[in-house]
């Protein structure tokens, strides 16, 4: 046999041996492929049934009085998301008396009903749970502290207070804003026409700031006519 039919055979033999390693290869990714496939699968389905668990033991009522579904927002965005909105929710007004108190307390059995929840549902370590216990009692602790001086608070005799008008709406911003409006109206009589029909009108907008600026004084007469009789100063 001629040497260049050898070296061809030898080189066909050899293009089919790389040919098979390489099928081979590619046959070993779309197993390991699969495989992980299949693992993301399982770890999304834990995932998902956690999540299931602590919105079942987190929100067990379906519907509040407004209409809405906690434990169905919980299932579509996340324990975790929900607990923080519910944490968030917190934050009450400025101007409530012991608002500091109030929202710390709201905030610290936020965490301890969070922190029970995950005792109950998850499965954690021994070191995981004895640093969640201690949280639990330190948590515990604060709030009966906060408690105690809400309760001091609450019974000590306090100077009635005189609650003043909003300050975040001064008077003569208010004027200045309602005159501008008035100007853009007087040149376009078309315009004031649809803003009265629609409830939207200068002196509708010029009402709706007195409101706000009287606000903190609603439920106390004759404060609340003489701050929101101040209008006619305006007009």
């Keep these: 046999m001629k040497p ?5 055979i030898a080189i066909v033999c050899s293009v089919v041996v790389v040919l098979g390693v390489l099928v ?22 834990s995932i998902e049934l956690l999540n299931e668990e602590m919105c079942e033991e987190l929100f067990p ?24 909105i519910q944490r968030d929710e917190c934050k009450i007004n400025e101007f409530v008396m012991m608002s500091t108190n109030i929202q710390t307390q709201c905030e610290l059995r936020t965490d ?22 201690t949280e639990i009692v330190q948590i515990r602790n604060e709030l009966s502290k ?5 309760e001091e608070w609450e019974n000590t005799p306090k100077k009635e207070l005189k609650i003043l008008p909003d300050d975040r ?12 409006c008035r100007e853009l109206e007087s040149k376009d009589p078309f315009l004031e026409k649809v803003d ?14 007195m409101r706000d600026r009287c606000m903190f004084l609603e439920g106390k007469y004759p404060e609340y006519n003489e701050c929101f009789g101040e209008i006619t100063k305006i007009q």
């Design 61 to 84: 009522v379906r519907y509040t009085i407004d209409g809405e579904n906690p434990n169905e927002d919980c299932l579509e965005y996340g324990h975790e998301v929900m607990m923080k």
């Design 169 to 180: 709406f001064p008077l003569p911003e208010i004027k200045k804003e309602y005159l501008e």
């Design 196 to 209: 009265e029909l629609n409830g939207n009108s200068c002196y509708d907008k010029l009402e709706e700031n």
């Design 146 to 150: 906060l408690d105690q001086e809400y």
């Design 24 to 45: 081979g290869i590619s046959e070993i990714r779309d197993i390991q492929y699969n495989e992980y496939q299949q693992q993301v699968q399982i770890q999304q389905k």
């Design 112 to 133: 301890l009903q969070y922190l029970n929840t995950v005792k109950t549902v998850m499965e954690i370590s021994n070191e995981d749970m004895k640093m969640i216990e």
């Design 4 to 8: 260049v039919f050898i070296i061809a």
